[in-house]
C-alpha cells in the first residue's frame, strides 16, 4: 500500500493531475465492487475524518502561501468567495433544477457543494503551473476562503428545520466569517512571537508546535461559533510569513502530513462511494458539470472581479482553474450524516461531478495559459529557501540557505550583497568544501552560505539577501526584486556603506575598495 501511495505522487506530480483521481481510484478498487470488497458505508466518520484532513490541508496551504503575493489578492480573493459563490450556486442550481428536474432543496445542495474550490486541488495544481503571482494569489487565497462561507450554507440547507430567510442566512455566515478571522489572526500572531522568542529544546519540535497552533485556531473558531475553516487558514498565513526558526524543516513536515490527510481522505471517500449506483447520475452530473463549469464559474469570475479591471484573459483562466476536489464530496456527507430526502443522488452526482472535470480541467491548465498568452516570466526565478535558527545567548541569528540555479545572486561577490552592519557572511560551502569567503569572493549557483545577524537586523539581512536573489546585486538600486521597499538594504543599516557588512573585520583594503565604487555611483 505504501508503494501505491508512493508511486501516486509522483504520477501527479509529473502530469499535473490532482492526486485525488488517483487516491480515490485505489479506495474504489479496495472498496464495494472492487478487487479487496471491502464494505464501508459510514458517511459520519468518513465526514468527521474529513474534516480533520481539510484542517491539514488548509493548514499546508497557509504557510506556503506568501503574503507578498496574497496581499494585493486579498480584495479579489474576497469577492470571489463571498460573491463569486452566491452567484456560482443560484446558477448552478437553477440548472440542476430546470434541465436535470431535481428539487429546489437538492438542487440548491448540490450548488452550494460544488461551489467550493478544493484547496488540495488548487494548491497541488497551480505550484507547478508557472502562471503570474497575482492569478496564483487570488486563486489560492479564493480557495483557502470560500470554503467557510460554503460550509455555513451546506449545514443550513440539511438541517431537519425549514432554512432560514436568505438575509438571516447572510447574517450567520457574516457573523461567523467575522469571528473565524479574528480568532485565527489572532491565535496565528501570538503563535509566531512565542515561537520566535521562546528557544524549544531541540529543532524537531518547531514543526509540531506550528502545526499545533494552526490546529488550536481550528478549535477556537469552531467553540466561538466561528468559521474554525477560516480561522486555520489565516493563523497558517500568519505563521508561514513569520520568519519563524527551522523554517524549511516546518515547511517539509507539515507537506508531508499534507500529503498524508490527501491520502486517507482520498482513499476513505473511494471506499464510501459504490461504484454500480452510479451509471445512473452519470448523465445528469456531467450537465450540471457543464452548466457549473461553462456558465456559473465564469459569471461569478467576471461579475465578482469586474470592479478590479483584471484582463478578459486573466479571467477567463481563472473560471478554468476553478479546481474541484475532495472538498465538494466531504461536504456532499452532510446532507448523508441528516438523512434528508435525496440525499444519496446528491453525493452520487457531485462524486462524479468532481472526478470527470478534474479530469478534464487539471491537465488541460497549462495548456488554456498558454491559448491565453499567460505565463509567469521571470517570477519562476527560485527565492531562497532560507533557514533560520535563533542564538538565545548571543542575541543573534545563523541564516543558512543554498543559491538556486534560477537565482540571480550567482555572479555576485560577497561585497554586493550589501547586508546592513551586525550582519556578514561567515562561510561558504562549494563543491563540499567550505572556507571563510572574502570580500571579492565570487558566489555561484549551488553555493550553501552561512549568515550571521544579530537580532537587530536579522529581518533586514533576510530581506536584503532575498532582494538580490530576485534583482541581482544592483536591487535596490535600480529599485528591482526588493522585498521592503527601494533602498530596504540602506535603510535598515542606517545608512551603511557597501560591503560594509560582507567585509566586517576584513581589513582597510575591503572598506577602501567599497569607498571607491560608491563614489563611482551617482547619489550612492
Known amino acids: 500500500m505504501l508503494l501505491v501511495a508512493v508511486a501516486a505522487v509522483r504520477l501527479s506530480s509529473r502530469s499535473g493531475l490532482p492526486s485525488l483521481l488517483i487516491y480515490l481510484g485505489i479506495g474504489i478498487a479496495m472498496g464495494q465492487d472492487g478487487i479487496g470488497n471491502i464494505a464501508f458505508d459510514n458517511a459520519e466518520l468518513t465526514q468527521v475524518i474529513g474534516y480533520a484532513a481539510l484542517v491539514v490541508i488548509l493548514a499546508e496551504g497557509g504557510l506556503g502561501t506568501k503574503w507578498k503575493e496574497m496581499r494585493p489578492a486579498l480584495p479579489a480573493a474576497a469577492m470571489l468567495s463571498l460573491a463569486g459563490v452566491a452567484v456560482s450556486v443560484g446558477v448552478t442550481a437553477a440548472g440542476a433544477h430546470y434541465l436535470v428536474g431535481l428539487e429546489w432543496r437538492q438542487a440548491l445542495l448540490i450548488g452550494a457543494v460544488v461551489s467550493s474550490t478544493d484547496a488540495a486541488a488548487v494548491f497541488s495544481v497551480l505550484r507547478k503551473v508557472p502562471l503570474p503571482s497575482r492569478i496564483t494569489g487570488v486563486l489560492e487565497a479564493e480557495s483557502g476562503f470560500n470554503d467557510a462561507p460554503v460550509v455555513i450554507l451546506v ?19 457574516a457573523l461567523e466569517l467575522a469571528i473565524g478571522a479574528a480568532i485565527g489572526l489572532a491565535v ?5 512571537y512565542g515561537l520566535r522568542h521562546v528557544a524549544l529544546p531541540a529543532s524537531g519540535l518547531y514543526p509540531i508546535a506550528v502545526m499545533a497552533i494552526a490546529v488550536s485556531a481550528y478549535a477556537a473558531g469552531a467553540m466561538a461559533h466561528g468559521s474554525g475553516f477560516l480561522a486555520v487558514y489565516l493563523a497558517s498565513v500568519v505563521l508561514g510569513n513569520a520568519k519563524l526558526p527551522h523554517w524549511p524543516a516546518t515547511r ?9 490527510a490527501q491520502i486517507g481522505m482520498f482513499v476513505l471517500l473511494g471506499l464510501l462511494v459504490t461504484p454500480h449506483e452510479l451509471a445512473g447520475d452519470f448523465w445528469p452530473a456531467v450537465v450540471i458539470g457543464l452548466v457549473l463549469t461553462m456558465v456559473a464559474r465564469p459569471l461569478s469570475v467576471f461579475a465578482s472581479l469586474l470592479p478590479f479591471g483584471l484582463p478578459w484573459q486573466e479571467k477567463a483562466l481563472m473560471s478554468w482553474a476553478g479546481l474541484r476536489g475532495a472538498v465538494p464530496i466531504i461536504l456532499a456527507t452532510i446532507p448523508l450524516v441528516t438523512g434528508i430526502e435525496g440525499s444519496d443522488r446528491v453525493f452520487n452526482i457531485v462524486f ?17 495559459a498558454r491559448k491565453l498568452n499567460i505565463g509567469a516570466g521571470d517570477e519562476t526565478a527560485a527565492d531562497l529557501g532560507i533557514e533560520s535558527a535563533p542564538l538565545e545567548k548571543l542575541r543573534g541569528h545563523l541564516l543558512s540557505f543554498s543559491i538556486p540555479a534560477a537565482s540571480r545572486m550567482h555572479g555576485v561577490e560577497v561585497s554586493e550583497l550589501r547586508l546592513p552592519p551586525g550582519a556578514s557572511v561567515t562561510l561558504v560551502v562549494r563543491d563540499s ?4 569567503p572574502l570580500p571579492s569572493t565570487v558566489l555561484r549557483r549551488g553555493d550553501e552560505l552561512l549568515v550571521v545577524a544579530t537580532d537587530p537586523v536579522r529581518d533586514a ?4 539577501l532575498r532582494a538580490v536573489a530576485r534583482g541581482g546585486k544592483l536591487a535596490g538600486w535600480l529599485g528591482t526584486g526588493n522585498g521592503t521597499g527601494h533602498g530596504a538594504g540602506r535603510r ?3 545608512g551603511h556603506r557597501p560591503g560594509h557588512g560582507a567585509g566586517h573585520g576584513s581589513g ?7 569607498g571607491l565604487r560608491r563614489r563611482r555611483r551617482p547619489g550612492g
Open 155 to 173: 449545514v443550513a440547507l440539511s438541517a431537519a428545520e425549514p432554512v432560514h430567510a436568505w438575509y438571516v442566512l447572510v447574517g450567520e455566515i
Open 252 to 260: 517539509g513536515f507539515a507537506d508531508g502530513l499534507g500529503w498524508i
Open 492 to 494: 535598515a543599516g542606517h
Open 508 to 514: 582597510q583594503g575591503s572598506r577602501r575598495g567599497a
Open 433 to 436: 568544501e567550505s572556507f571563510v
Open 352 to 368: 462524479v461531478l468532481v472526478i470527470v472535470y478534474t479530469l478534464v480541467q487539471g491537465p488541460t491548465l497549462p495548456w488554456v
Open 188 to 192: 496565528g500572531f501570538l503563535g509566531a
Open 461 to 464: 539581512a533576510e530581506a536584503r
